[in-house]
């Protein structure tokens, strides 16, 4: 059995870039593999692709109804999805997840390209730009919108108020967490106040598919809760912006130190969503997925007691030498590439996955398509606990 040695494995620490957080989690996989820290309140942290995997399916063991991320970060209401498990969540992933199929997202390619191109090309042609603050963290949030079929004055709003929630996640700003959060249920309420009066078809609209669902209460069909419809539409609002932020900002660093993989990539565009896919696994956004022990458990040989949070580190089981040979090397032939995390594991798998794959495709074939090269013109700046990767990373695009 491994005992840690408490109260610290490792710590947490400010401006951490992805480079010193991945050697961190490197070590930790060799010496201490399930490891605790006293920082950002205490918590565990699973460093293993087996034991996120396990950890991340069992949800009977392992709720996401106490703690869904490390730092903890909901002060205003049940969310779901995300904050249920199973059986309890299911209504609303059966809502929503024929509006994300595969086939469903397939649909809204030409409308993801339009705004990838609206929001990238003036950053190019201006010749210098944050890649991050003004493209990847502005057209997901258009995207969102649009599928979520707000109309413009809501558009205008989730713009502003979608980025001010993330920035003040990323200044650990609980008072500024609580403020922008308020702003963003005002919108959910809205938003469904418009539905209920005037409703669009539940096939093509996610709020209207969760008001149309009826679950068996008693013996009699009865609406979601409205309390809980208002948080699952709080948490769409924004849930789809921070990880396409940070991943295109980690792609194009990527490809600004290694211009053999910028020209092969934009002689070969069929070679973009494997090259997707490897990004994801090297540069995966996350670290702080939480779940808790609804009893005292052991993982990886460690004991953790019921209560205690326990952070899913997506980011290094992604990086783990015994699943991904030379894991810190980008590949694009990896024959596993599919037992990559990025997206999680289990009921919580990201519903949004095929809608995110087109969002990252689409925004790395314009970005080929419109440089010869990238180079990094000024300071890099990295996200603190729950994601991984740059937020800020200013770009001279040479075409």
Not at 1 to 6: D, F, L
Not at 190 to 216: C, H, N, Y
Request: net charge negative.
């Amino acid at each position: 059995m491994h005992v840690p040695v408490i109260s610290s494995d490792f710590e947490v620490l400010p401006g951490e870039s992805l480079e010193t957080s991945q050697a961190t989690y490197a070590d930790l996989r060799r010496r201490c593999p399930v490891a605790h820290t006293d920082s950002l309140g205490g918590f565990w942290a699973l460093t293993r692709h087996a034991d996120v995997a396990r950890v991340a399916a069992d949800y009977s063991t392992f709720t996401t109804t106490v703690q869904n991320v490390v730092p903890k970060i909901a002060f205003t209401g049940r969310r779901p999805p995300l904050h249920l498990d199973p059986p309890d969540q299911t209504p609303y992933r059966a809502a929503l997840n024929p509006l994300l199929s595969a086939e469903r997202v397939a649909l809204l390619e030409p409308m993801v390209r339009r705004i990838v191109r609206e929001e990238l090309h003036p950053l190019v042609a201006r010749g210098t730009g944050d890649i991050c603050g003004e493209f990847s963290g502005r057209f997901p949030v258009r995207v969102f919108g649009r599928w979520m079929n707000l109309d413009d004055a809501l558009q205008t709003k989730l713009m502003d108020a979608g980025p001010a929630f993330i920035r003040a996640v990323q200044a650990f700003d609980n008072v500024a967490m609580k403020d922008t959060s308020v702003v963003l249920y005002d919108m959910a309420r809205e938003v469904i106040a418009q539905r209920k009066a005037q409703p669009l078809s539940p096939e093509t609209d996610p709020v209207s598919a969760l008001l149309a669902v009826r679950i068996d209460q008693s013996g009699q069909q009865v609406p979601l809760p409205d309390d809980m419809i208002i948080g699952t539409v709080r948490q769409v609002l924004v849930v789809g912006i921070v990880a396409p932020m940070v991943m295109v900002g980690s792609m194009a660093l990527h490809l600004s130190r290694d211009l053999a993989l910028h020209r092969q990539l934009k002689q070969n565009p069929a070679l973009v969503p494997a090259a997707v896919e490897e990004f994801m696994r090297l540069y995966t956004p996350y670290r702080g997925f939480a779940r808790t022990p609804l009893k005292d458990v052991e993982v990886g040989g460690c004991p953790i007691k019921a209560g205690e949070p326990v952070a899913l580190t997506y980011a290094s089981a992604n990086r783990d030498e015994t699943v991904f040979p030379e894991p810190d090397v980008f590949k694009l032939d990896r024959t596993n590439i599919s037992e990559h995390l990025a997206f999680g594991r289990g009921p919580h798998y990201c519903a949004g996955a095929h809608l995110g794959r087109l969002e990252l495709r689409m925004a790395l074939e314009e970005l080929l398509a419109s440089t010869r090269a990238l180079e990094v013109c000024g300071e890099v700046l990295y996200c603190p606990y729950p994601e991984i990767g740059p937020y800020q990373v200013p770009l001279r695009f040479v075409n």
